[in-house]
T-cell receptor, first 115, second 113 residues
């Protein structure tokens, strides 16, 4: 079974631009979560989508948005990029999520650099 | 507020020895899940082990075991018989009813041959 895939793997953008990252979950998985990882803030939860609906959201500004398609693929968008948005963005998928769900699998991440 | 603390920024262990990575948490929520993940230099997060807050027995997965002490709010990871490939960052995480994951700051483990 193929794992979680994320595209692109590396991205360089200029401050003020916008970016879209893509995540394809494991086949059959309906929950997709996004995380931002930086040396200073560590791993922080961005949001989770389940069946095309945002089910949970972390404490990030409205410049960060996402969506999920009917095939469970998810995209994350960051508008008006700032230098502080430089990070590794990780996507994780699971069958259904929930408190007792431990089958959350992460993708390799997209490393975004904002200059 | 939920909080995860990993007090060991870096750890060293001799190959074939056991090592314990510390994790403490703070929550008033009675229902939660505890996780440990490994992140090699490649960046991908690898699930290692899970413990539910209502589980009576400590979780084990091969060479990994979770020392769960609910009253002390600690969930330490024990790696037995360390291997060179165990060198990586290790993250403790919690998942609550609201479905959010909270991660600790991580511990960098280096296995010495």
């Amino acid at each position: 079974k193929a794992g979680v895939t994320q595209t692109p793997r590396y991205l360089i953008k200029t401050r003020g631009q916008q970016v879209t990252l893509s995540c394809s979950p494991i086949s059959g998985h309906r929950s997709v979560s996004w995380y931002q990882q930086t040396p200073g803030q560590g791993l922080q939860f961005l949001f989770e989508y389940f069946s095309e609906t945002q089910r949970n959201k972390g404490n990030f500004p409205g410049r960060f948005s996402g969506r999920q398609f009917s095939n469970s693929r998810s995209e994350m968008n960051v508008s008006t990029l700032e230098l502080g948005d430089s990070a590794l963005y990780l996507c994780a998928s699971s069958l259904a999520g929930g408190i007792n769900s431990y089958e959350q699998y992460f993708g390799p991440g997209t490393r975004l650099t904002v200059t | 507020a939920q909080k995860i603390t990993q007090t060991q920024p870096g750890m060293f262990v001799q190959e074939k020895e056991a090592v314990t990575l510390d994790c403490t948490y703070d929550t008033s929520d009675p229902s939660y899940g505890l996780f440990w993940y490994k992140q090699p230099s490649s960046g991908e997060m690898i699930f290692l082990i899970y413990q539910g807050s209502y589980d009576q027995q400590n979780a084990t997965e091969g060479r990994y075991s979770l020392n769960f002490q609910k009253a002390r709010k600690s969930a330490n990871l024990v790696i037995s018989a360390s291997q060179l490939g165990d060198s990586a960052m290790y993250f403790c995480a919690m998942r609550f009813t609201g479905n959010q994951f909270y991660f600790g700051t991580g511990t960098s483990l280096t296995v010495i041959p």
